[in-house]
């Protein structure tokens, strides 16, 4: 594949922002030609509750959920015509989500580059410019997408990973993005997910956020089953935790499958079952 021109946007949380000072908190990437928009943003707020004691943690948190889903919006929104005709840059899409102003949350350096493959540059520059700066109880040892990348190069070899791109779920609550989907009688959605955290808090609020997704999700109008790839962490002490977030997953609305990633053949073979199916009808 040949590689594309993306851009990306750095975003920033001012505690005061008159002093200048600043923690980098997300990262927004946009690549025209692979119609991809997206950005990672935090979900703890621990190194940002060590520099600021008193921060609004509600409020944080809430004001970065409030990104993420205005960025699945607009991507939602807009079709391919959009995404090949317009020259706008990461920049212009993040100053049409968040104005400039005196607020906490503001958009700062941005840059540009080369990729084959958007969702791994998004990735390495939010590794980059956010999760390297973060405290230990939040450090991902391995990332989700670590995970998916074996199970994406077995869903190659068995010539059905063109058969799924990233889809997304929405109900009058909530827009929720999956890493890769399929349209079989029900859309069915594929996320990994690594549990090879440092703190046993941050496991099981991981597969509880999920839960939570899940069900913001009741009352979608799209008839969808969830599938979670789940890593386990390379710490023997974490392994209760870890099973915590397993149960945690197992039990959420819509019946979720989990595989573990050493059951990640059984899970493209399910998936060429369903794309088999779907030719055949």
């Not at 959009?82 to 990461?90: K, P, V």
């Not at 968040?98 to 580059?113: P, T, Y």
């Not at 059951?263 to 073979?269: G, H, T, W």
């Amino acid at each position: 594949m040949r590689k594309a021109a993306y851009t990306y946007c750095i975003l920033r949380y001012h505690h005061d922002p008159f002093n200048g000072e600043a923690l980098n908190v997300g990262v927004l990437i946009w690549c025209r030609k692979l119609h991809f928009l997206e950005v990672k943003v935090r979900h703890g707020d621990g190194r940002i509750l060590s520099a600021y004691p008193n921060l609004d943690r509600t409020a944080v948190t809430s004001a970065l959920r409030r990104i993420r889903d205005q960025i699945a919006k607009v991507r939602h929104a807009s079709g391919p015509l959009f995404f090949e005709s317009t020259n706008l840059t990461a920049s212009d899409f993040a100053r049409d989500v968040l104005k400039h102003d005196d607020s906490s949350l503001q958009w700062g350096n941005s840059g540009a580059g080369l990729t084959e493959d958007p969702a791994t540059e998004l990735e390495h520059l939010y590794q980059r410019f956010v999760a390297r700066f973060e405290n230990s109880k939040e450090r991902t040892l391995r990332t989700d997408e670590d995970v998916w990348r074996p199970v994406r190069e077995m869903m190659e070899s068995a010539h059905i990973a063109n058969e799924f791109a990233d889809v997304e779920v929405s109900s009058a609550l909530i827009n929720v993005h999956f890493k890769a989907g399929y349209q079989n009688g029900e859309l069915h959605c594929v996320e990994p997910l690594s549990f090879d955290l440092t703190d046993d808090e941050r496991i099981t609020e991981k597969a509880s956020r999920w839960t939570g997704r899940l069900h913001n999700l009741e009352g979608s109008e799209v008839q969808f089953k969830p599938y979670f790839v789940v890593g386990r962490p390379t710490d023997d002490r974490r392994l209760r935790a870890f099973d915590r977030a397993v149960k945690i997953l197992r039990q959420s609305p819509h019946e979720p499958v989990v595989f573990e990633e050493g059951q990640a053949n059984e899970l493209v073979e399910h998936l060429e079952d369903l794309v088999k199916a779907g030719h055949s009808n």
